[in-house]
């Protein structure tokens, strides 16, 4: 699902990752891990095609990355962002009535799937009604991991998906993610719970 072939990535200038190759297969979970700065989240960017690699060839779902084959790459991923600061601080209700406008899918995007989710990764009943800005960084970690979730792709791009979380919740999501089998999950972790929950590691 997953095929990077000889991926080198530059930074001002810099060489950060070198000659960089792995593959993720269907039911996979494969983790990156290292310290901070190393180029981890350069490969999300560039599997994205937010960022253009030195050299080498990115795939997936057995397509070419190329400028004719963005888009379509894209529509296939679901990515959790490191950075999830910027979401409009508006009540969670409101925000996923926006997903619902701007996504033009209001099967996926539903308060009650929401809501189930909640239940599951040990969010608050009240959530829906609470501004973003009010949320703990373990909250926010876990309601922006449910919009990606939510959006029902085959691949999942997640950078530091439990980063923030107490045992318990990251325990909570790592069992939802252990029976989801035909997924295909690619991540950057620091957290030893999610390294010994993946199927495949790599320190970078």
Known sequence: MIDVDSLSIKYNGITIIHNLTFSVGKGEI??????SGKGKTSIFSCLLGFQKPA?????????????????SIRNKVAWL??????????SIREQIH????????TELYSEEKFLKFTQLFRL????????????SGGEKQRVVLIY??????KILLFDEPTSGLDEQSEASIID?????????????????????????TLKI
């Open 30 to 35: 494969f983790s990156f891990y290292g310290d």
């Open 81 to 90: 962002p490191q950075n999830i600061n910027n979401f409009p601080n508006i």
């Open 55 to 71: 050299s080498g060839n990115i795939s997936i779902d057995g397509e070419l990355l190329s400028k004719s084959t963005i888009h």
């Open 176 to 200: 939802y993610m252990r029976g989801q089998r035909d997924l295909t999950i690619l991540t950057s972790t620091h957290s030893k719970t999610w390294l010994d929950f993946s199927t495949k």
């Open 148 to 153: 990606t979730l939510l959006q029902n792709k």
């Open 124 to 135: 608050k009943d009240d959530i829906l009604t609470a501004h973003f800005s009010e949320l």
């Open 98 to 105: 926006l997903f619902r406008k701007f996504k033009l899918n």
